[in-house]
């Protein structure tokens, strides 16, 4: 029965040695595995950064930018022609959104110069009697509150029609 005992453990452990087999990888294999996974998790960075810039905006992106970058350049990895491009895409998109908040930036500055300079003027013609040209504080008020100046504006005009879009 010993012999016996002897033969089953014998062909169990070809067995398993075959299934080992079967289930190791080729170099190859592990190659692709692990660029796949490198490739995913740089797409998994990339969305998260976007994610975030929608959420707390460019400058803590910046941050996270320099960190995966150093991270990157210590790897070694190389990263893949369409992660280049898609990095690419983003660097251009977000020059652009620098660009319109300087835009938004300098026209929020004017506009409120402006209203500022509005306001001086009116309390100038309120308190120090001010006249420009045959408008003074009381004619201001007056035509301000009268009927033909609300009615005269065409808010239509100024309003694009939900019909048109």
């Known amino acids: 029965m010993s012999g016996r005992v002897s033969e089953t453990e014998k062909t169990y452990t070809e067995r398993q040695a ?3 087999e079967k289930k190791a990888l080729t170099v190859e294999q592990k190659l692709e595995l692990s660029h796949m996974l490198r490739q995913e998790q ?3 960075r990339m969305q998260m950064d ?5 959420v707390y905006g460019a400058k803590s992106r910046n941050r996270r930018e320099k960190r995966y970058r150093d991270a990157g350049l ?3 990895y190389g990263r893949t022609s369409m992660l280049q491009a898609a990095e690419v895409e983003d660097a251009e998109a977000e020059a652009a959104w620098q660009k319109m908040q300087r835009r938004n930036r ?6 409120g110069f ?3 300079l509005l306001f001086m003027i009116v309390l100038l013609m ?3 009697g001010l006249k420009i040209g045959t408008v003074d504080y009381q004619n201001l008020i007056n035509s301000l509150s009268s009927e033909e100046f609300v009615n005269g504006i065409d808010f239509e005009e100024l ?3 939900a019909e048109d879009g």
């Open 159 to 161: 309003v694009p029609d």
């Open 42 to 44: 740089d797409y998994n």
């Open 126 to 128: 309120r308190f120090a």
């Open 74 to 76: 210590k790897s070694g």
């Open 114 to 116: 402006v209203s500022v």
């Open 18 to 20: 075959a299934k080992k």
């Open 50 to 54: 976007q994610r975030e810039i929608l």
């Open 106 to 111: 300098v026209s929020f500055v004017i506009r």
